[in-house]
């Protein structure tokens, strides 16, 4: 395990922002920490990069132990805040340099791990002051800071949460290339960015954790889970459809149906076509931390 949270409480004043957590994140993994806003998530980080003291517990990062105050376990630790600042007047390859020179990178290394840096996150050919960035490529190069002296562990603050799509998909897709060579730690909100591409979730609701699993474990519980919309109303559907052996439910104006094998979907279809119910959409239930979530949050 490169980081084990143990009993961890955080309080401050009287309110009690992180409740005994526990943690455990593997190594070469990425691993999501969901949570709504106000939920805790930057208060965990903090505490795991020694930035504010505990009330309770341990925090261990690659074996040695986060003291508040000391900074000996951040020499494994990357870390992209909520809010990334940099040097306005640079360009990518010239902060990354000063960043080289300041943590003391040998030269004979320091051009060949920028070169991969900036290739990793998308910004090999640009050459404009970083004033002149979008969002997206502020976040990327926050990232290609993080990882400059080859950390064992990345943390990133909602590297998505400021962004459209596309550049999401970018940060996702950046993330999931460093696993090869770190663990991923990222806090989001947004639920659908952690199943795209994390190994194991973590949820945070008022302090605590809620559930934390594999992602395989979750999809797997929800293997052979499809959604339908009929051209007649979902509730209607079931209610003529109530007489099969599958596990039906209504959600959002569709009909989850659980069809586990290839005998009980053509089973199914063919009671839709004796009923003379007529399909509109059919999809696999791909959506299912969403799904757990809101069963949880509501
Ligand atoms: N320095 C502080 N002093 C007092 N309260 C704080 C402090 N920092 C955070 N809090 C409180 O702790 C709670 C959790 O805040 P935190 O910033 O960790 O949440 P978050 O999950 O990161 O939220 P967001 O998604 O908005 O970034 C909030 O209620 C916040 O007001
Ligand atoms: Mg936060």
């Excluded at 600042?85 to 300041?102: D, K």
Aim: hydrophobic content about 40%.
């Amino acid at each position: 395990m490169v980081v084990q949270i143990n009993g961890l409480t955080k309080r401050f004043g009287d309110h009690e922002v992180l409740r005994d957590i526990h943690l455990d994140i593997p190594e070469h993994s990425v691993f999501g920490f969901v949570g709504a806003n106000g939920a805790g998530k930057t208060t965990l980080m903090k505490c795991m990069l020694g930035l504010i003291p505990l009330n309770a517990g341990t925090i261990t990062i690659a074996g040695e132990p986060v003291i508040f105050g000391e900074t000996k376990s951040n020499r494994h630790v990357g870390y992209l805040p909520d809010v990334p600042e940099f040097y306005p007047f640079y360009s990518a390859s010239q902060y990354l340099e000063l960043c080289a020179v300041i943590t003391g990178m040998p030269k004979d290394e320091k051009q060949a791990r920028i070169r991969e840096l900036l290739q990793l996150v998308g910004l090999e050919g640009t050459n404009s002051p970083i004033s002149t960035y979008s969002r997206g490529m502020k976040q990327r190069l926050g990232i290609a800071q993080a990882l400059l002296n080859r950390p064992k562990l990345l943390i990133c603050d909602e590297p998505t949460s400021a962004l459209d799509p596309a550049g999401r998909a970018q940060i996702l897709s950046i993330l999931q290339q460093a696993k090869a060579e770190t663990t991923v730690f990222f806090s989001t909100h947004i639920v659908s960015d952690a199943e795209q591409i994390c190994d194991h979730v973590a949820m945070l609701h008022e302090g605590r954790i809620i559930f934390q699993d594999e992602l395989a474990n979750l999809k797997q519980q929800n293997e052979g889970r499809f959604l339908f919309t009929f051209t007649i109303p979902a509730a209607e559907a079931m209610e003529r459809l109530q007489h099969l052996p599958f596990e039906m439910t209504v959600t959002d104006g569709r009909l989850a149906v659980n069809l586990p094998d290839d005998n009980a979907r053509l089973l199914f279809m063919q009671k839709l076509t004796a009923q003379q119910i007529l399909i509109q959409s059919m999809q696999p239930q791909t959506r299912l931390l969403e799904q757990l979530v809101l069963e949880v949050l509501t």
